[in-house]
Structure formats: structure tokens, C-alpha cells
């Protein structure tokens, strides 16, 4: 081998493999698993301090939720009371402002758009007594839980 031929082969890098222990990293090329894991803590602890205020956020739009409902129903308990010249009875309930009751001839209803707003966001039937403790019709919803505390009404 001659002498140039040799500094030929010196003066040339070898093509360098990936798994080569000796190749030099690009900062640029990627996040190592620190950074990865620094990043998702950050990201826990974000969401473990900000879910308890989308909670009390949603429990509170539940709460207005039914309220408007209630009012809704109110309305329209006034509307057949107009045709009817009473309120539905306590055993006729809320239904009776979605479909006729036997024996009502006055009855231009429905009153309601649609039987689905016979139940609270929490799932639960609203609750409806004619005459009322509270007014002349009393309907309320036990709201999240049970107890007097927790009730969401029409008076």
C-alpha cells in the first residue's frame, strides 16, 4: 500500500452507525426520559389543582340547569291551568302537561315540547304535589343528593 493510499484512508471518517457509543447526539434530536417525566408531572399536578374547580363549575350548571327547568314547568303547569281552570293533580303529576288525562276535554297541550324535561340533570323525576305546602303547586327537584338542604324548588 502506498503512502498516499494510506493517508487516504486516515483522512476519510468512517461512516458513523447508530448504535456507535462514540457518535455524537444532536441536543435537538429528541427529549430523554427525564424530561419526559418532569413534563408529565407538571402536567398531573396541573390537572390535580384546576379538576376540582371544573367540578364545583359543572355542580353549579347542574344546579342552574334545574332551576330553569322548574321554571319551565311552572310555566306550563300555568298554561293548563288556564285551559283547564286547575293545575294537573298531584296523581295526574307533570305528565299531564305532555299527554291528555282521561276524562279532559280543555286540554290544548301539550304544554311541554318535550317528556324529557320531566327529569332533573341529576336523573331523578322532579317532584310535584297540587295543591302545594309552599304555593299552589309545589315542584322541586332533591337536587344532588338527599336532604332538605340540597332541594332546588318553585317557591
Known sequence: MSIMAHMKTLSTPKPKRHNDRTCDRNPEAGF???ELLVVLGIIGLLVAIATPQV????????????????????????????DVGRYPTTEEG???LVVAPDGIEQW?????KKGTNLKDPWGKPYQYKSPGQHADVDIYSSGPGSGDNQLITSW
Not at 355542580?59 to 298554561?79: C, G, P
Not at 290544548?108 to 311541554?112: K, N, S, T, V, W
Open 32 to 34: 430523554t426520559l427525564v
Open 108 to 112: 290544548r297541550g301539550p304544554y311541554l
Open 94 to 96: 307533570i305528565a299531564a
Open 55 to 82: 367540578i364545583k363549575y359543572l355542580d353549579r350548571a347542574k344546579v342552574s340547569t334545574a332551576r330553569s327547568q322548574i321554571e319551565h314547568l311552572m310555566t306550563a303547569a300555568d298554561l293548563f291551568k288556564l
